[in-house]
């Protein structure tokens, strides 16, 4: 079967730079998702690695190594509004339209 | 453009009623999606549809049925609603090809 997993919580403060890793086992890989989740809130995308190596967008940037079935997700200069869930998602092997979801890491920015 | 919209917000039912739990996206999207989400959970699938007058089952669809109406909406229906599926359920939608999923706003659903 695929599974990802991630940290359940990490804290930081502001300004603070921080990662929230992620690893997969999985027969077969298409890419990895992440997307930030507020209370109360709906997911958002923030970004997709189909290839190896960072991708980076504003304050936030991911990595992926497919050789080490491990990816990243990068946030800089942390501020207060980026306290949220953050979750790792990829394609299912079996049916890529299906994602596959990390159970989430829940992010507390301190002043 | 609304993006994806659901309806209701907020539901409270007594076990044993019914519902149905409504979802549109006007992005021309090809791909559904329902989900739920419950505390340490993560996001389960409960149903998806690839494209409209198909639907498939996800991770966890028993006590669910769904109907991709068009291509714009996807309805999940609860038939005698369950203490256990008190969950906040969303819908999602994609293009194909995309790997972005677009999210409503969720539904807030309480069974007493």
Known sequence: GQSLEQPSEVTAVEGAIVQINCTY?????YGLSWYQQHDGGAPTFLSYNALDGLEETGRFSSFLSRSDSYGYLLLQELQMKDSASYFCAAPNAGNNRKLIWGLGTSLAVNP | NAGVTQTPKFQVLKTGQSMTLQCAQDMNHNSMYWYRQDPGMGLRLIYYSASEGTT????????YNVSRLNKREFSLRLESAAPSQTSVYFCASTLAGQETQYFGPGTRLLVL
């Open chain 1, 25 to 29: 086992q999985t027969s077969g890989f």
């Open chain 2, 56 to 63: 498939d089952k996800g991770e966890v669809p028993n006590g």
